[in-house]
């Protein structure tokens, strides 16, 4: 199995910016994507950015293209999303997703393995 434990939310200012955090663990032997997704209050969770474990290769939502840059620690136990530029449309739960799909997808039912998110509240 594969355990996901996001960090570094909390509360930013329009135009500010924050970084989150993502530690992995267990069985990624297998896993080919991690991505960020989010959910903000009475909408589906929709996925913001997604990179490739093996090459790097990185892929965004047009909502955040530009904004926000996700990448992974060189020991691949660890995904970050910095997040410049932040405005309130950003305000969301953020959650770190993994799976074992190759290709370039936000997909949510790709994704297998979850943590439990963390809040981002940007006011």
């Known amino acids: 199995d594969v355990q996901l434990v996001e960090s570094g939310g909390g509360s930013a200012q329009a135009g500010g910016s924050m970084r989150l955090d993502c530690a992995v663990s267990g069985d990624t032997a297998s896993v080919y994507s991690m991505a960020w997704f989010r959910q903000a209050p009475g909408k589906e969770r929709e996925g913001v950015a997604r990179i490739n474990t093996r090459y790097g290769v990185t892929y965004y939502a047009d909502s955040v293209k530009g904004r926000f840059t996700i990448s992974q620690g060189n020991s691949k136990n660890s995904l970050y999303l910095q997040m410049n530029n932040l405005g309130p449309e950003d305000t969301a739960m953020y959650y770190c997703?993994?799976?074992?799909?190759?290709?370039?997808?936000?997909?949510?039912?790709?994704?297998?393995?979850w943590g439990p998110g963390t809040q981002v509240t940007v006011s």
């Open positions: 997703a993994a799976a074992r799909i190759g290709f370039p997808s936000l997909a949510r039912y790709l994704y297998e393995h």
